[in-house]
């Protein structure tokens, strides 16, 4: 998928017109491309869309519980590159990916990519507090943080074992 455009949530259908994924942001130069020729808005040139998977029906259902529970999730803006968490850290909130891309790495090596809907950050909560894995933008994104606290022990579990990226790379 190229182009597209600035705008998250592009849904991409299978042969069956079933939901497959759905990209996060296309990237766009806007200005010259350097000879002074002036680019239009979508760009000189097709830029790689950033795809992702679907997030699943229990992380649709800790979504709406975690924008919509007792109190206000903290909101935050990562551009790309920047750290959501660290792994080795500290730290048992979780976050809902509201627009771009994050992607997971331990010990320097990248285990999965997340888009719009992800749930991320249950595991530090299951393992006493104590981060598994870095998470950092790869995209400009939006993400809502609650504690995890607020989640049923058992949702953040089932969470964690569809996860599981810290076994096994994922995407090549």
Request: hydrophobic share 40%; charged share 20%; glycine share 14%.
């Amino acid at each position: 998928m190229t182009g597209a455009s600035p705008f998250p949530r592009h849904w991409i259908c299978d042969a069956a017109g079933q939901l497959a994924a759905r990209s996060g942001l296309a990237n766009f130069k806007y200005g010259t491309d350097g000879s002074g020729t002036r680019l239009t808005s979508c760009g000189g040139e097709d830029s790689p869309a950033l795809v992702t998977a679907l997030e699943t029906a229990l992380e649709r259902v800790l979504s709406v519980q975690l924008m919509h529970g007792a109190t206000k999730p903290a909101f935050a803006t990562l551009a790309p590159g920047d750290k959501l968490v660290r792994q080795g850290e500290s730290g048992s909130e979780v976050y809902l990916v509201l627009d771009g891309e994050i992607r997971a790495d331990r010990d320097g090596a990248q285990l999965a990519e997340y888009g719009p809907g992800a749930i991320l950050g249950e595991r530090g909560h299951l393992e006493a507090g104590v981060r598994t894995c870095t998470l950092l933008a790869v995209a400009p994104c939006r993400v809502a943080a609650e504690p995890a606290g607020q989640f049923a022990a058992e949702a953040l579990i089932e969470l964690a074992t569809g996860h599981r990226h810290e076994e096994a790379v994922q995407g090549g």
